[in-house]
């Protein structure tokens, strides 16, 4: 059974960093690539940043370019999020997300195991 815990969520004012983690267990974690995706208040949810199984290849949303970084330890079946300079806009629920063998970034598709999300919220 697969199992995504994330955590490292809070308030944070405008310009402040935030790390979040993600745990994962049930499959073998360098294998699947992970995404962070994010939902804020009466919006849909959209992608944020992805890595591929080995760490080689990342993937950001535009407005986050510059300011978040993913990255996985595989020897520790955990990925994170650093999250710099952040911004009001970034208040979201942020949800660590393992991908399926075959696998579009962006896509929340194919991303078939979801962890339960954590509060990033931002003040101005």
């Known amino acids: 059974q697969v199992q995504l815990v994330e955590s490292g969520g809070g308030l944070v004012q405008a310009g402040g960093s935030l790390r979040l983690s993600c745990a994962a267990s049930?499959?073998?974690?360098?294998?699947?690539?992970m995404g962070w995706f994010r939902q804020a208040p009466e919006k849909e949810r959209e992608f944020a940043a992805g890595?591929?199984?080995?760490?080689?290849?990342?993937y950001y949303l535009d407005s986050v370019k510059g300011r978040f970084t993913i990255s996985r330890d595989n020897a520790k079946n955990t990925v994170y999020l650093q999250m710099n300079n952040l911004k009001p806009e970034d208040t979201a629920v942020y949800y660590c997300?393992?991908?399926?063998?075959?696998?579009?970034?962006?896509?929340?598709?194919?991303?078939?195991?979801w962890g339960q999300g954590t509060q990033v919220t931002v003040s101005s």
């Open positions: 049930g499959r073998t974690f360098s294998s699947y690539a």
């Open positions: 890595v591929s199984g080995n760490g080689g290849t990342t």
């Open positions: 997300a393992q991908s399926a063998a075959v696998w579009t970034p962006t896509n929340s598709k194919t991303y078939p195991y």
